[in-house]
């Protein structure tokens, strides 16, 4: 049974920083990349970012390019983002999600894990 546990919201202060973990099981991350999205009332899921199988190749949306980073840890399956010099309109629910191959389009996902909630406010 596939399952994806996100974890590290919180409520962070503008310009401060936070970690989320996407915790994975029964998903190979050797065949399976996984994306970070962001979800706001009245819009769409955002994809954030993605660590693709394999080599780990990581792609950015350009807002959070130089901000964010994922990165994976094999031994735990664990999927990181680390999110520096946060901003208000961060604030969202952030969701991992996997499929075979990195994509922008949250509806082609197969595997989504809860959701955590991140709020940036002074």
């Known amino acids: 049974q596939v399952q994806l546990v996100e974890s590290g919201g919180a409520v962070a202060r503008p310009g401060g920083s936070l970690r989320l973990s996407c915790q994975v099981s029964?998903?190979?991350?050797?065949?399976?990349?996984i994306t970070w999205f962001r979800h706001v009332p009245e819009k769409d899921r955002e994809a954030l970012s993605c660590i693709s199988d394999g080599d780990g190749s990581e792609y950015y949306l350009d807002s959070v390019k130089g901000r964010f980073t994922i990165s994976r840890d094999d031994a735990k399956n664990t999927v990181y983002l680390q999110m520096n010099s946060l901003k208000p309109e961060d604030t969202a629910i952030y969701y991992c999600a996997g499929r075979k191959r990195c994509g922008p389009y949250y509806y082609t996902y197969d595997y989504w894990g809860q959701g955590t909630q991140v709020t940036v406010s002074s």
């Open positions: 029964g998903l190979p991350l050797n065949t399976h990349a």
